[in-house]
């Protein structure tokens, strides 16, 4: 079906974000389905603005929520890290152990009497 490969760019449309191909605003004039979506877009977006200015956010609020946002970020960041440094020095202490191992040695054979 049509309608399902343009729902990203009627949304898209709706929310003014773009303008759109002229075939894809032909469908959206033809088609009942499509307009209905693109009606209902419209209508999230008008209340999404209206409750924009109708709620009150504490100034503060923003900034914690960066802030906690940030250091978790960065916490995640820095245990993957020290993960991967565990993980390559376990590698490279391997690789020591392996290639000590397959070094030949000299046995001196003991000549019984």
Known sequence: MRCDRYHRQIRSMAR????GSPKVRAHVKQ???????MSRERRIQRELRNLKHE???????ADRILKSVNSFDRSMEIKRRQSSRVAGACAMG??????????????RTVRTS
Do not use: D, F, N, Y
């Not at 003014?16 to 303008?19: F, K, N, Q, R």
């Not at 088609?31 to 979506?37: D, F, I, N, T, Y």
């Not at 709620?55 to 609020?61: D, E, G, I, K």
């Open 94 to 107: 391997a690789a020591v152990v392996v290639a000590v191992l397959s070094v030949p040695t000299r046995r």
């Open 31 to 37: 088609c009942l389905r499509c307009q209905a979506e």
């Open 55 to 61: 709620t009150p956010v504490p100034s503060a609020l």
């Open 16 to 19: 003014g974000e773009i303008i």
